[in-house]
C-alpha cells in the first residue's frame, strides 16, 4: 500500500459537487503549456551522454573499482514501480467502469456519490502514472488523454448533443480523461439533482458520453501496460548503452521534464499566473469538484519522491536502485551530498503544500502568494534536479524550455 492512504479516505468524506456555472474556457494558453511535447534537437545524436559510472569502495584494496548496476536499477523501475502503478489503475478504472454503469442504469443521488468516490480512487491512481510518459504511452499521446486540462466544456456539449465525435482525434483531448470526467460529475448541473436528472434524460446523451469517456481510458491504459507486458519491458531493461536515447537516459529526462512541467507549471503555476498577467483559476485539475486539487498535487508529489528514493509502489517499505542511489554511488567519497539536498527539498514541498487550501481555484483567488510560494520552493528543486543532477549523471536534457525559466 502506498503511504499517506488516508488522504483519499480524508477526501472522500467530503464529497460534493461544484455549485458553480462553467465558465467559458481559453484554452491557448493552458494547452501550449501543456503540449510543450519533448524536442530531441538538444540531445546529441553522435556522443555517449550516460557514461558507466564506477567508484573505489570506502574500505579494503583502493585499487579495486566497482561498477553502478544500471540494469538492476531500470527492473526496479520497470517491475516494482512502472507496472504495477499501470496495473493498479487499470484496476481502478474498471472498477469505475462498473460504478459507471450502476449510475447510468440507475441515476440516483446515492449512486452519483459512489461514482464520484471511484473516479477520485482512479485519479490518485493516476498520479502515479503520469510522469512515465515512454514507449507506447508517449506514441498515443496517453497523458494527454487522460489528464489534459482545462477540460474543454464546449466541445463536451456539443458532442453530446450531436453524438458524432472521435475521442482518438488530439482536439477532443481536452473534452475526455478524468477532467472530462470531472465536469461530467460534477459541472453538468448547479447540485446533485439537476446532475442526476440529466443523466435520467435518455434523450440527453449524458449517460453515453460517460461510459464512453471511461471505456476509452480503460482501453488506453489496457494497451500501455499490454506494451510493457509484451516487449517494451525487455527492451527498456536491457538498455544499458551510453547514447542519448537509452533507458535510463530517457526516463531520467522525463522524470525531470514532467517535475518541471507537469507538477511545477502545470499543476501550480499556470493557475498561479507566472506564464500571464492574471491568476487562472480554471486551470487546476477537477476545477469543477472543487476540493480535490490539491489532494492530486500532493498525490504527486509521493509519486516524485518515491520515484525518486526508487520505493516500491505496492510497498514503500521497500526500495531498490534509484536516482537516489545512483547519485550517491557518484558522491560516495563527498560529505555533502546532491540527493540529500534533493530529498530535503522534497520535504519543503510536503510542508508547502500543506498550507494550501483544498481547492486551489479558491486559494489563487484569495491568497496567490502562498500559491506562489509554493511555485518556487517547487523551483528550487526544478534547479537541482534539472541542472545539478543532470550534470553529475552526465545526462543532456532533451526537451526544449518554452516559458523562459
Known amino acids: 500500500m502506498k503511504r499517506y492512504r488516508y488522504l483519499i479516505l480524508f477526501a472522500l468524506m467530503f464529497i460534493q459537487c461544484s455549485t458553480d456555472d462553467a465558465d467559458e ?37 583502493s585499487n579495486t573499482t566497482i561498477s553502478f548496476e544500471h540494469k538492476e ?59 512515465f510518459d515512454l514507449g507506447y504511452a508517449e506514441e498515443i499521446y496517453y497523458k494527454n488523454r487522460l489528464n489534459l486540462y482545462p477540460t474543454n466544456i464546449e466541445r463536451i456539449e456539443d458532442n453530446i448533443s450531436s453524438l458524432d465525435y472521435d475521442l482518438n482525434q488530439s482536439y477532443n483531448f481536452s473534452s475526455q480523461g478524468f477532467n472530462g470526467l470531472d465536469y461530467m460529475l460534477f459541472g453538468i448541473g448547479q447540485d446533485d439533482d439537476e446532475i442526476v436528472s440529466k443523466y435520467l434524460a435518455e434523450d440527453l446523451n449524458y449517460d453515453k458520453y460517460l461510459i464512453d469517456l471511461i471505456d476509452k481510458m480503460v482501453e488506453l491504459t489496457l494497451a500501455v501496460k499490454n506494451s510493457w507486458n509484451d516487449e517494451f519491458r525487455e527492451s527498456f531493461i536491457n538498455s544499458i548503452d551510453n547514447t542519448s536515447t537509452s533507458s535510463i537516459n530517457t526516463i531520467i529526462n ?4 514532467y517535475f518541471e512541467k507537469g507538477f511545477r507549471a502545470n499543476k501550480i503555476g499556470i493557475a498561479a499566473g ?17 476540493i480535490y486539487s490539491k489532494l492530486l498535487v500532493t498525490e504527486a508529489s509521493y509519486a516524485i519522491d518515491n520515484f525518486f528514493n526508487g520505493r516500491y509502489y505496492n510497498d514503500n517499505d521497500s526500495s531498490g536502485l534509484s536516482i537516489n542511489a ?29 498550507q494550501l487550501d483544498n481547492d486551489l481555484s479558491m486559494q489563487v483567488v484569495e491568497n496567490n502568494l502562498s500559491m506562489l510560494s509554493t511555485y518556487d520552493v517547487i523551483q528550487a528543486n526544478v534547479v537541482l534536479l534539472k541542472v545539478d543532477m543532470l550534470q553529475k549523471l552526465n545526462i543532456n536534457v532533451d526537451y526544449a524550455d518554452a516559458d523562459g525559466d
Open 25 to 61: 474556457i481559453n484554452l491557448n494558453l493552458a494547452e501550449e503549456e501543456i503540449f510543450d511535447n519533448k524536442d530531441s534537437s538538444l540531445a546529441s545524436n553522435n556522443d555517449s551522454t550516460l557514461t558507466e559510472q564506477e567508484a573505489t569502495p570506502d574500505s579494503g584494496n
Open 73 to 131: 536499477m531500470l527492473i526496479n523501475w520497470a517491475d516494482n514501480i512502472i507496472l504495477p502503478s499501470l496495473t493498479d489503475l487499470e484496476f481502478s478504472l474498471n472498477q469505475l467502469n462498473e460504478k459507471a454503469t450502476l449510475f447510468v442504469n440507475t441515476p440516483s443521488n446515492d449512486n452519483l456519490l459512489v461514482l464520484r468516490e471511484s473516479w477520485l480512487n482512479s485519479f490518485l491512481k493516476w498520479q502515479h502514472v503520469e510522469m
Open 254 to 257: 522525463d522524470f525531470v521534464y
Open 274 to 290: 507566472v506564464f500571464s498577467n492574471n491568476v487562472l483559476p480554471d486551470r487546476v485539475e477537477a476545477y469543477h469538484g472543487k
Open 326 to 354: 545512483y547519485l550517491n554511488f557518484i558522491e560516495n567519497d563527498q560529505d555533502e551530498k546532491l540527493a540529500e539536498k534533493i530529498n530535503e527539498q522534497l520535504d519543503k514541498i510536503f510542508a508547502q503544500l500543506d
